[in-house]
């Protein structure tokens, strides 16, 4: 059985005033039935993982420095995430991708330290319009992972996001059928790559406009194992019934 994830990215929002939605949403869901993560920005990890304490909801980072120490200016190492209270790592968000170039050797990289560090790795992958459009979506995908993730990794530390760059932010969706159809791509393609038993243990989420409005029927897809939220995190009004369809779905 895979643990559901409902996984909450922040991205470049909130200061100190908005933990306080933490401690609504830890007293919302005190005992959840599946794992809740908020990966706050990097400012944020150590407070919200002291609001947090002894409740069921992580605390995860938006992105990590591939190398474990050095000049790096304005970085974020794995190791420092830890110290401040995360257990998880978002590596590869489109986003990233798109405002810092990185490819997909940087996104493998930095899982690995991420890894050797301790953290568990949400590891994002996602076509654009433009290649879904022309037909490219699984390719796309494929490449990605095979490129992406490690060689050794299993479904106890990794975790996978299926984000359509067109859905994220956009309050577009792809239908039930393509988002079921690229997550059983990624079953299949793990489950060549790591042997059937550890490819089926990896948790696939959705992530691109998840709402309240649209989680349950999202949930319901095969091998959709939980969601990575972006603007419906931010807020206990959209996130926990978000939260509650997943765990509807479970
Ligand atoms: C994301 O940032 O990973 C995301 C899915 O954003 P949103 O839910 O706002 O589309």
Not at 74 to 100: F, N, P
Request: aromatic content about 4%; proline content about 4%.
């Amino acid at each position: 059985m895979r643990r559901k994830l409902a996984a909450g990215n922040w991205k470049m929002n909130g200061t100190g005033d908005d933990l306080a939605m933490l401690k609504d949403l830890a007293g919302a869901h005190s005992d959840p039935g599946c794992e809740i993560l908020i990966c706050p920005p990097a400012p944020l990890i150590h407070r919200a993982a002291t609001t947090l304490q002894g409740s069921a909801i992580t605390i995860g980072g938006q992105d990590c420095h591939p190398r474990t120490t050095g000049a790096h200016t304005g970085d974020t190492s794995a190791a420092m995430l830890v110290d401040a209270g995360a257990r998880y790592v978002i590596t590869g968000h489109s986003e990233r991708r798109a405002d810092h170039g990185e490819q997909d050797a940087d996104v493998r990289t930095k899982t690995t330290t991420a890894l050797e560090a301790g953290l568990q790795v949400i590891v994002c992958l996602g076509e654009s319009l433009a290649q879904r459009e022309a037909g490219n979506t699984l390719d796309v995908i494929g490449a990605q992972l095979s490129a992406s993730v490690p060689d050794g990794v299993t479904g106890k530390t990794v975790v996978i996001a299926y984000e359509p760059i067109w859905a994220i932010g956009t309050g577009k969706v792809p239908t039930l059928a393509q988002i079921g159809e690229v997550h059983d791509f990624i079953r299949a393609r793990l489950k060549d790559r790591f042997g059937a038993q550890n490819g089926q243990s990896f948790r696939l989420l959705y992530g691109g406009s998840v709402k309240p409005g649209n989680a349950a029927e999202i949930f319901a897809v095969p091998n959709v194992d939980g969601a990575l939220v972006g603007g419906a995190s931010l807020g206990v009004a959209d996130f926990s019934p978000i939260i509650a369809a997943l765990l509807g779905a479970s």
